[in-house]
């Protein structure tokens, strides 16, 4: 297809999807195939785009309408989902597989996306099938409009890290490893931008200050991030300016994004930037250098050890991670405008993680329902009111207390405008990562034990950071407020990603009756049919 027509197709998708208003449209042309790459120095098929691994990073200013035209050459189907990105009433944007059909081979989909209101440091990845253990993840960068003032002075440069740990198996193995009800082994090692053991060097000038945006991008492992003899200042984490509180290291856990500040005030040489593995008996490093622009001695000795099994101290550092009240997000107004603590949930909803052994196989659950995909994704099937897909009520709004668990396309009712809470208890020994699609929420407490009523007395009301993925501590719980102002079918699932694989995930469909585009967008006229929505039509020109 000549370059000529397909933007010709493009813009008549834009002109009929007409629901993003006059803000700037910026074009991509993403072509997904196999590779052979090396990143521990084991050949290995990985799935790069546009030849790239990791894949191209996007940039966008807020509001901008970001459109990308994917071409699948994978022998399989292919979605990719956009983590943090809240696609203001459009989940049908989303690319999971509850909300969007896949993208068959030698086929392809345009995405239309809107980074509406939002500001910040996020990525993409491929949703489907274990990919994410083979690559096509890159860097979203949001910028703030420049009129809208942010509370640092603007850095001499701003650097990328996609960190994460990896595994040198094929994503096919661990895929069949997974399907036949097996535990995966430990990841064999980390690393930062698709490259092992000092394969990236980022460059700074002495006395200049510069951002690093960190993601942990893994499927099985929390990270914690540090830059030898640096301190680094903690401005951001998904989409919030936070408290800038210094910090020596940072625990960044699954699905997590944070953005630093880093000062080069040292002596001019090379340093190690180093990310390891937590709470890992076995303790995987890897590093990049941090390179002065007039060193002339190169890293020496040992990477410098963080911490490994405490769980205490990555508490404390979870509780010190606040938002700036004072700050504007991507509106002018500041953040402490909004006064969520002054309103009370008008429910509470306990979720619950478990490992049942389900038909003879391992499975992970959410209140005991272990997630399957149906035959058609929940999103098509609630708009074309096709019936036995789906049932609202199918997971439980709390935990019954029993061991056991079963099988279901499992999708919780909400209702449009509610606010409430929502209370992670994990009571394995492993910690948790936690996303919820659709949304920024506020991490109003966590602890060790079981949550009770009587926990709320140490909830922060104040200034709890907002974010989209938090993490629950083993044998401990997590509450967040979260009020429900976006439409559509909303993926809540585990960040682990063989977790999330086998069943610890589940849909929250907000609801409203109202059928106005000023509350959510119709299908795309490009949309994919598939299941039992093939050969319907979304709307009329």
């Known amino acids: 297809m000549r370059d000529s027509c397909k933007v010709s197709i493009v813009l008549l998708l834009v002109l009929i999807n007409g629901v993003f208003g006059d803000n700037p449209y910026r074009f991509f042309t993403w072509k997904i195939t196999y590779g052979d790459i090396y ?29 990308i035209s994917v071409f699948n050459y994978l022998k399989e189907p292919f979605l990719i989902s956009w983590n943090g990105v809240q696609q203001r009433k459009n989940s049908w944007q989303d690319g999971v597989i509850g909300t969007t059909c896949p993208i068959p081979p ?25 990919h994410k253990a083979a690559g096509a993840f890159g860097a979203i960068r949001v910028w703030s409009r420049p009129r809208i003032p942010v509370p640092f002075p603007p850095p001499e440069g701003d650097f990328w890290l996609l960190a994460g740990d990896w595994y040198k198996t094929n994503h096919y193995v661990l895929r069949r490893l997974l399907e036949a009800g097996r535990n995966l082994p430990a990841p064999d090692g980390v690393l930062i931008n698709g490259r092992g053991w000092g394969g990236n060097t980022f460059t700074v000038q002495p006395g200049k200050t510069y951002r690093f945006r960190i993601s942990n991008v893994g499927v099985a492992t929390s990270l914690n991030f ?3 003899g640096h301190t680094m200042k903690l401005i951001e984490v ?32 090379d340093y190690y930037i180093v990310v390891s593995t937590r709470f890992t008996r076995k303790v995987l490093t890897t590093t990049s250098i941090l390179h002065y622009s007039n060193s002339r001695k190169g890293i020496s000795g040992p990477a410098p050890s963080g911490p490994t099994l405490d769980i205490a101290s990555s508490l404390f550092q979870a509780r010190t991670i606040k938002r ?18 002054m309103i009370k949930p008008g429910r509470t909803i306990i979720l619950a993680n478990s490992a049942p052994w389900i038909n003879g196989k391992q499975r992970f659950a959410v209140n005991g329902a272990s ?12 708009y074309f009111k096709i019936p036995g897909v789906f049932n609202l009520g199918s997971i439980p709004t709390s935990p019954s207390g029993g061991s056991g668990g079963y099988l279901q396309s499992s999708v919780m009712a909400a209702n449009f405008r509610e606010f409430i809470e929502i209370v992670f208890q994990n009571w394995e020994s492993s910690i948790q990562s936690w996303h919820i699609s659709g949304y920024s929420f506020f991490v109003v ?35 967040i407020y979260i009020a429900l102002d976006n439409v559509g079918m909303w993926n809540i699932r585990s960040e682990n990603w063989a977790r999330q694989y086998l069943g610890q995930q589940f849909y929250l469909r907000v609801y409203t009756s109202s059928n106005s585009y000023r509350d959510e ?21």
């Open 324 to 341: 700036n009240l004072t700050a504007s997000g991507p509106r002018p107004n500041p953040q402490g405008s909004y006064h969520y603590g």
């Open 445 to 479: 407490g966590m602890d060790g034990g079981q949550w009770t009523p009587g926990s709320r007395a140490k909830y922060n009301l104040h200034d709890a950071v907002s974010r989209s993925t938090v993490q629950v501590y083993p044998r401990a719980w997590t509450a």
């Open 106 to 130: 030698g086929k392809n989909f345009t995405y239309i996306i809107q980074v509406k209101d939002q500001i910040g440091s996020f990525y993409y990845f491929p949703s489907l099938a274990f």
């Open 371 to 382: 997630f399957v995909a149906p035959d058609t994704p929940l999103k098509l099937a609630d």
């Open 39 to 67: 990143p521990l120095g084991v050949k290995q098929q990985g799935i790069l785009i546009n030849g790239q691994f990791p894949g191209p990073h996007i940039d966008a200013i807020t509001n901008d309408n970001i459109i």
């Open 238 to 269: 998904e989409g919030s300016h936070t408290i800038q509180n210094v910090y020596t290291s940072l625990d960044i856990h699954l699905g997590q994004s944070y953005s630093v500040l880093v000062t080069a005030n040292q002596a001019p040489q």
């Open 226 to 228: 540090r830059i030898q």
């Open 521 to 541: 967008y119709p299908p795309p006229k490009n949309a994919l049919m598939c299941g039992r929505a093939r050969g319907r039509h979304t709307r009329p020109f």
